[in-house]
């Protein structure tokens, strides 16, 4: 098992930036890659990034590409989330999540096992 923390969602002027970080315990020993996810109010939970076991390769979704930067240290067993200039469509509950099966990370919701329980990002224009 592995338990996943997220914090650093607020509310913040569009422009601005945020840090979000995800804390993970657990059965963490094993490489696995980790990613973020959204979901904005009536809508489905999108992919935002993905990074691999050893946070040397990352992949974006094309609306946040260039300005969100994912990132880990395994050391401290954290993930992080970069976000500068935040636009309102942006604004979420932002999810990060451990994918056990897949060393190289995954842009599918489905290949994440284990999921934290978000944190808001609002974004006021």
């Known amino acids: 098992q592995v338990q996943l923390v997220e914090s650093g969602g607020g509310l913040v002027q569009a422009g601005g930036s945020l840090r979000l970080s995800c804390a993970t315990s657990g059965r963490t020993r094993s490489p696995y890659g980790m990613g973020w996810f959204r979901q904005a109010p009536g809508k489905e939970r999108e992919f935002v990034a993905t990074?691999?076991?050893?946070?040397?390769?990352?992949y974006y979704a094309d609306s946040v590409k260039g300005r969100f930067t994912i990132s880990r240290d395994n050391a401290k067993n954290t993930l992080y989330l970069q976000m500068n200039s935040l636009k309102s469509e942006d604004t979420a509950v932002y999810y990060c999540a451990a994918a056990p099966r897949y060393g190289s990370g995954s842009l599918r919701r489905s290949d994440y096992d284990y999921w934290g329980q978000g944190t808001q990002v609002t974004v006021s224009s």
């Open positions: 990074i691999n076991w050893i946070g040397a390769g990352t």
